[in-house]
C-alpha cells in the first residue's frame, strides 16, 4: 500500500474561520511533508516531522499550525489566513533521510480557497 | 547552494513523437539524490525515479528512460512513443547530503501530448 490520503479534498474558507487538513499514511514511513503549491509553480516546502518531531519550518507564517499526533498523521491547522493563501496544499512522506534519501510519496492535495 | 533548472516551460508534441525535458542541477555536495516526479491535471505528484550521485547508469524503464551526465550536471528525462496520458508537469528535484529531507524543485515542464 503507496498512499498518502489527504482530507478534504477541497476547502473554501473565511478569513475568520479555523480549519484543519489532515494527511495520512500507512506505509511506515516517519517523515511527513507539508508543501504548499500555487498555480504552475513547483511545490514549496512548509514544514517536515520526522519521527513526530518537527524538524524544518520553512519559515512559515504562524497561521499555519502543524501538528504530527503519531507516526501515520499529520495535520495543517489554518487560522486567520490571507487570500494569498490559496493553493494545493500537498502531504508526502517518506523514510527519514539520515545517511540517504528516500523518495518522498504524495498525496492528492487540498485544494484550498480563502475568501 | 542547491539549484534545479528546467529551461523548458512547455513543450508540445504529436502522439508517438519522442521527447526529451532537461534538467541541469547545481550542487556543491559530493553525495546527492536527483528525482522526477510527474503531476497530472489531477494534482498528486507522482515519483518516477531516483538517482544517486555514485550511479551514473542510465535508466530505461518501459518508454522512460533518463541519462544522467555529471559532467554536465544534467539529468535529462527522456520519453518514448509519446502518448496522450504523458500530458503533465513534469518535475525535476535534488536532495543533498546537507539536509536529506529537504527536496529542490525546478519549476517544472508542462508536456502537451496531442492526438
Known amino acids: 500500500d503507496t498512499e498518502v490520503t489527504q482530507t478534504p479534498k477541497h476547502l473554501v474558507m473565511g478569513m475568520t474561520n479555523k480549519k484543519s487538513l489532515k494527511c495520512e499514511q500507512h506505509m511506515g514511513h516517519r517523515a511527513m511533508y507539508w508543501y504548499k503549491q500555487k498555480a504552475k509553480k513547483p511545490p514549496e516546502l512548509m514544514f517536515v516531522?520526522?519521527?513526530?518531531?518537527?524538524?524544518i519550518n520553512e519559515s512559515v507564517p504562524s497561521r499555519f499550525s502543524p501538528e504530527c499526533p503519531n507516526s501515520s498523521l499529520l495535520n495543517l491547522h489554518l487560522h486567520a489566513l490571507q487570500p494569498e493563501d490559496s493553493a494545493l496544499y500537498l502531504c508526502?512522506?517518506?523514510?527519514?533521510?539520515?545517511?540517504?534519501?528516500?523518495?518522498?510519496?504524495f498525496g492528492p492535495g487540498t485544494r484550498l480557497t480563502v475568501l | 547552494a542547491q539549484k534545479v533548472t528546467q529551461a523548458q516551460t512547455e513543450i508540445s508534441v504529436v502522439e508517438k513523437e519522442d521527447v526529451t525535458l532537461d534538467c541541469v542541477y547545481e550542487t556543491r555536495d559530493t553525495t546527492y539524490y536527483l528525482f522526477w516526479y510527474k503531476q497530472p491535471p489531477s494534482g498528486e505528484l507522482v515519483f518516477l525515479i531516483r538517482?544517486?550521485?555514485?550511479?551514473?547508469q542510465n535508466e530505461i524503464s518501459g518508454r522512460y528512460s533518463w541519462n544522467f551526465q555529471k559532467s554536465t550536471s544534467s539529468f535529462n528525462f527522456t520519453i518514448t512513443a509519446s502518448q496522450v496520458v504523458d500530458s503533465a508537469v513534469y518535475f525535476c528535484a535534488l536532495s543533498g547530503a546537507y539536509n536529506f529531507n529537504k527536496f529542490y524543485f525546478g519549476s517544472g515542464t508542462k508536456l502537451n501530448v496531442k492526438p
Open positions: 508526502a512522506s517518506s523514510q527519514p533521510g539520515t545517511s540517504s534519501v528516500s523518495e518522498q510519496f
Open positions: 516531522y520526522s519521527y513526530e518531531k518537527l524538524s
Open positions: 538517482r544517486n550521485s555514485f550511479d551514473e
